[in-house]
């Protein structure tokens, strides 16, 4: 499975990268969310981990830029990763585009379950978790 990682914060990355070499995924990483989409653009990823909040362009910005993709890459699944405890956090980010949110600070139960529904969601189960 390849994961690409959109955060601006590179302890946060490198805590999320840990968690994911733990199950022996290997992770991109993007520190801004342009960066994030031309690595979409050049490279094939299953799941990306989106922040909301960094420099210039907003993650749910930078989602709905994903969605709009007139290719298979709109359809990638996107889970965001945040440290908002708006009240309704959950349904702009799912407004917006992104198929489940996930709290910061990450811990690794939930990022894994999270990630697990993309994969049975799809129906990929080449992966365990």
């Known amino acids: 499975m390849r994961i690409l990682f959109v955060e ?3 302890m946060n990355r490198r805590v999320v990268r840990d968690m994911l070499g733990v199950a022996g995924l290997d992770m991109s990483e993007a520190p801004e969310a342009e960066a994030g989409l031309r690595m979409i653009d050049d490279n094939e990823y299953d799941l990306i981990l989106m922040d909301l909040r960094m420099p210039g362009m907003d993650g749910l910005t930078a989602i709905r830029s994903i969605r709009s993709r007139g290719d298979a890459k709109a359809t990638l699944p996107i889970i965001v990763v945040t440290a ?13 585009g992104a198929d489940d949110v996930i709290l910061k600070p990450v811990a690794m139960d939930r990022l894994f379950d999270a990630i697990g529904r993309m994969v049975a969601s799809r129906g990929n189960d ?3 978790l």
Do not use: E, K, Y
Not at 84 to 96: G, K
């Open 8 to 10: 601006d914060d590179q």
């Open 84 to 96: 908002d405890m708006a009240a309704n956090i959950r349904d702009t980010c799912l407004d917006a």
């Open 126 to 128: 080449a992966m365990v």
